[in-house]
C-alpha cells in the first residue's frame, strides 16, 4: 500500500470518526432532551430517565445507532491505515519509522493522541516503503540434474 493511500485511508477514517460522533452524539441529544422525561430516582439521590416509546423517540435511536456504527467504521479505516503504514515502513531498510508506528500505536491503546501523533508524523514527514526502489537479492543458482538420456 502506497503512502498516498495510506493518508486517503487514514483521512476518510478520521473524517468517519466525526462525522459519525457528531450524528450519534446528536441523536442522543435530542433523545434525552425531547425523547422522554425525568423523573426523581427511587434512592432519593439524581434522576431516572423514562421514554416516551414514540416514533420520535426510535428515530433518534436510529440516528445514535447510525452514527456510532460509521465512527466504528472510521476507526476500522484508521486501523487499517496504521497497519499498511506499519507494512510500508517494515520494508525500508532503517527501521527507525517502523518502530516509532509500532510504539505509537500500541501507546495510542492507553492514550489515543500518542497514536494520533504518530500518524500525523508518518503523513507529513515519514517515507514511501513502496517508493523506495530495495536492492535486488542474489539468487541462489542450484544445478539442475540433467535428465537421463538428454
Known amino acids: 500500500m502506497t503512502k498516498v493511500t495510506i493518508s486517503r485511508i487514514w483521512i476518510a477514517g478520521l473524517i468517519a470518526i466525526a462525522a459519525g460522533l457528531l450524528i450519534g452524539g446528536v441523536g442522543l ?3 434525552l432532551a425531547y425523547g422522554g422525561h425525568f423523573t426523581p430516582a427511587a434512592t432519593g439521590s439524581g434522576y431516572e430517565f423514562v421514554p416516551t416509546l414514540n416514533g420520535f423517540f426510535w428515530t433518534t435511536v436510529g440516528l445514535m445507532v447510525a452514527g456510532f456504527a460509521v465512527a466504528a ?3 476500522a479505516a484508521q486501523l487499517a491505515a496504521w497497519i499498511g503504514a506499519l507494512i510500508n515502513t517494515y520494508q525500508l ?3 527507525i519509522w517502523f518502530f516509532a508506528l509500532l510504539a505509537g500505536g ?3 491503546l492507553s492514550f ?3 497514536q494520533f501523533a504518530a500518524m500525523v508524523a508518518y503523513l507529513v514527514a515519514g517515507p514511501d516503503g513502496m517508493a523506495v526502489q530495495q536492492p535486488p537479492r542474489p539468487m541462489m543458482s542450484a544445478e539442475m540434474p540433467v535428465p537421463a538420456g538428454a
Do not use: P
Request: charged share 15%; glycine share 26%.
Open 29 to 31: 441529544g435530542l433523545m
Open 73 to 75: 467504521a472510521g476507526w
Open 93 to 95: 531498510e532503517v527501521k
Open 106 to 108: 500500541l501507546l495510542g
Open 112 to 114: 489515543g493522541l500518542i
